[in-house]
């Protein structure tokens, strides 16, 4: 655990403020559901919730699947890592931060193709490389209640590969599947 040199102290409701320089760093914004943990010190742990990173394990498996149907490289995330990949590099892709633009299609509840939208791919992590640019992808939001809480991504391991309407609807329903079961 690292100590920030922050000290903030509780209100009359037991409400304390989280400063804005650790939220904008943890990327927590207004509404993010956080988790509480203590341990037997007496600390007290607040972690950013994710709704489907309880489901890694079995996003795992999915994921797995999803390569092995389609014969693309599989990415299930939630709003802000990458929790599941197969078909493609784990190291390139698992547990990286998402792109500010895979963040604001999953804000916009939008279904993005390349090759459909673009002639790029759009990037996926914070520090993708020129690798994957010009490959085919389908990025397909998880929507649970309402609220988008990751995406489906399938990209093509060919540069000159496209994606057809069987691996939109792969998408489609994975992220279908995954989003319901949130809901149970």
Same mark, same amino acid.
């Given at each position: 655990?690292?100590?920030?040199?922050?000290?903030?102290?509780?209100?009359?409701?037991?409400?304390?403020?989280?400063?804005?320089?650790?939220?904008?760093?943890?990327?927590?914004?207004?509404?993010?559901?956080?988790?509480?943990?203590?341990?037997?010190?007496?600390?007290?742990?607040?972690?950013?919730?994710?709704?489907?990173?309880?489901?890694?394990?079995?996003?795992?498996?999915?994921?797995?699947?999803?390569?092995?149907?389609?014969?693309? =490289?599989?990415?299930?995330?939630?709003?802000? &890592?990458? /929790?599941?990949? $197969?078909?493609?590099?784990?190291?390139?892709?698992? +547990?990286?931060?998402?792109?500010?633009?895979?963040?604001?299609?999953?804000?916009?509840?939008?279904?993005?193709?390349?090759?459909?939208?673009?002639?790029?791919?759009?990037?996926?992590?914070?520090?993708?490389?020129?690798?994957?640019?010009?490959?085919?992808?389908?990025?397909?939001?998880? =929507?649970?209640?309402?609220?988008?809480?990751? &995406?489906? /991504?399938?990209? $093509?391991?060919?540069?000159?590969?496209?994606?057809? +309407?069987?691996?939109?609807?792969?998408?489609?329903?994975?992220?279908t599947f995954l989003g319901s079961q949130m809901e149970i």
């Open positions: 655990m690292k100590a920030t040199g922050v000290v903030r102290r509780i209100d009359d409701l037991g409400r304390v403020v989280i400063p804005k320089e650790i939220r904008k760093t943890l990327r927590i914004k207004e509404g993010d559901p956080l988790e509480i943990f203590t341990d037997r010190e007496g600390q007290v742990i607040l972690k950013k919730y994710s709704p489907i990173g309880e489901l890694s394990e079995f996003a795992a498996g999915y994921a797995e699947t999803l390569s092995k149907t389609t014969g693309h =490289i599989a990415c299930i995330t939630d709003k802000d &890592t990458i /929790i599941a990949v $197969s078909g493609g590099s784990k190291k390139e892709f698992l +547990e990286q931060d998402v792109s500010q633009e895979l963040e604001q299609l999953m804000e916009d509840k939008e279904v993005y193709t390349s090759k459909e939208n673009s002639n790029k791919a759009m990037p996926i992590t914070k520090n993708d490389n020129e690798q994957h640019k010009t490959n085919a992808q389908i990025v397909y939001p998880i =929507i649970s209640n309402g609220d988008t809480i990751g &995406t489906v /991504i399938l990209m $093509s391991k060919d540069a000159n590969g496209q994606m057809d +309407e069987v691996e939109k609807k792969v998408a489609q329903s994975a992220a």
